[in-house]
């Protein structure tokens, strides 16, 4: 006789209504197949599981044993298909995300993040930044899920979904003479030192800045080169230079920089979402479906 969770369900029924009558009721079954079955188990277990009466049927000692057993095995059994069902759902799991230099600094993205461990309080979101050569590279090596970059990305492995253009900010130490104004043209600050970071950590914004500063007329003279990108500020804030920075780093309060809106054609710093380029698990696609709910929300079109 093969025992399966039927079985489990039997004795249980049996024990928490106290005969086998009641139990076939609940169980939406006739009496006598169910003692035709709890007869055919105790005869494969080789043991008495119930004592019947006129007032019911209780437990043997043996008989109570297995029904706190059975009883374990169908929560276990329930949570198994809880789990299984919330995965296919995307309602559970675990989501690795990668963020490139400044992103958290975006309030849309720590929102879409937010909204999404609120819907689904039972999946595990965890974050790290980086830049988006490194996360590339987890990505690749299956240490993150998902990443937002500043394309392109270091190869083209990669399924690249653009989320929208940043715009920029032009950053001066406090007493130039582009501080005072309520916009500044790229010309003005042409003798000024330009910090920059490495290329390769972002060199779509990189290149985006420098035919910027040509379209304007002048070749920028690049000063110290801040290690990445957020890093750029307090450089500036030093009076090493000026910067051009995506509009989130205005948040960074470093005493000495000023943010101001750039006149005529800026740059713009893109953000992107890259995966692997396989069917997305349930959760990572109602992750980036949230993540663009959340751009068209927030971002103006």
Request: with cysteine; aromatic share 4%.
């Amino acid at each position: 006789m093969n025992i399966d969770f039927r079985h489990l369900r039997y004795i249980v029924a049996i024990d928490e209504h106290g005969s086998f009558t009641h139990a076939a009721r609940a169980l939406h079954m006739e009496q006598p197949p169910l003692s035709q079955q709890i007869r055919a188990l105790e005869m494969a277990l080789g043991l008495k599981l119930f004592v019947r009466s006129r007032q019911g049927a209780v437990p043997t000692e043996a008989g109570a044993d297995l029904v706190k057993r059975a009883r374990i095995l169908l929560q276990m059994r329930q949570e198994f298909v809880d789990v299984a069902t919330g995965l296919a759902r995307g309602e559970r799991g675990s989501l690795r995300v990668g963020l490139a230099g400044a992103v958290s600094l975006l309030p849309l993205i720590p929102a879409a993040i937010r909204q999404v461990r609120l819907a689904l309080p039972h999946a595990v979101i965890t974050m790290e930044e980086s830049n988006t050569p490194a996360l590339c590279a987890a990505l690749t090596e299956r240490t993150i899920d998902v990443a937002i970059i500043r394309p392109p990305a270091p190869d083209g492995g990669f399924t690249i979904e653009t989320l929208f253009e940043e715009p920029t900010l032009l950053a001066v130490p406090v007493g130039h003479p582009a501080a005072g104004q309520a916009r500044v043209a790229l010309q003005d600050v042409a003798h000024d030192p330009l910090i920059l970071f490495p290329r390769a950590l972002g060199p779509g914004f990189f290149d985006a800045i420098l035919a910027a500063c040509q379209n304007a007329g002048f070749t920028p003279q690049l000063g110290q080169e801040a290690p990445q990108i957020t890093a750029a500020v307090p450089l500036v804030a030093a009076g090493l230079g000026v910067s051009i920075v995506p509009a989130c780093l205005d948040q960074i309060h470093a005493g000495g920089a000023v943010f101001r809106p750039i006149a005529g054609t800026a740059p713009r710093a893109t953000l992107a979402v890259a995966t692997r380029p396989e069917p997305p698990a349930p959760l990572l696609r109602r992750f980036v479906e949230t993540l663009r709910e959340q751009v068209r929300a927030s971002v103006p079109e």
